[in-house]
Every structure is written in C-alpha cells, then in structure tokens.
C-alpha cells in the first residue's frame, strides 16, 4: 500500500497563502485521481480538489480562483496551492488517492487568523 503523507500546514492571517505538499510512497500514476480534503472542527471532511491521471482539474466553487492543485510526476508529490485564505478554510487538510485502492494521508493543520 502506497503512504501518502502531508505537509505544509500552519497558522497564517487571513488573505495569506500556504502551499501544501502530499508526497507518496510510490507512483503517483498507479492512481486515477489524487485529491484534498479537508475537515473543519465539528464539521464533516469535505471534497476541496483533484487532480485526474490526465492532468485536469476540478474544484469545490468556494475555493475557485484562490486554491490551485498541481503535481510534480518526478517526485511522486501533489501540491495544493492556498491563496487569499480566509478564516473558513480553518481545518485539517487530508490528502487522498484513489485507483485499486483508496489511499489517505495522516493530515495537516491548516488555521486561517482573522
């Protein structure tokens, strides 16, 4: 089973920018789709992004224009790009793949100051 783990979490004010970063054991391409999520206190972890095995990409409407997800094939990495955040974005951030098996990282902290 492939590992995937998180990094790149953090306090920032709001309007700052983190990049989150979700290295994999293994090959990125044995997977269809690699995503983030993310799960806000007392709040059921939502769908943020993914990256399909062909390169396109598909965001939730309340981070368009200011999350960018991307990948770097060589390093088996996926990258989630923050910008502009804002206080709802609060919220452990879980990287997720999925092909013959449905793979999660252990999370980062990601907390957004007003």
């Known amino acids: 089973q492939v590992q995937l783990v998180e990094s790149g979490g953090g306090l920032v004010q709001a309007g700052g920018s983190l990049r989150l970063s979700c290295a994999a054991s293994?090959?990125?391409?044995?997977?269809?789709?690699m995503g983030w999520y993310r799960q806000a206190p007392g709040k059921q972890r939502e769908w943020v992004a993914t990256i399909f095995s062909g390169g396109s990409t598909n965001y939730r409407n309340s981070v368009k224009g200011r999350f960018t997800i991307s990948r770097d094939v060589a390093k088996n990495t996926v990258y989630l790009q923050m910008d502009s955040l804002k206080p709802e974005d609060t919220g452990i951030y879980y990287c997720?793949?999925?092909?013959?098996?449905?793979?999660w990282g252990q999370g980062t902290q990601v907390t957004v100051s007003s």
């Open positions: 997720n793949a999925k092909g013959s098996t449905n793979d």
């Open positions: 293994g090959s990125i391409f044995s997977y269809n789709n």
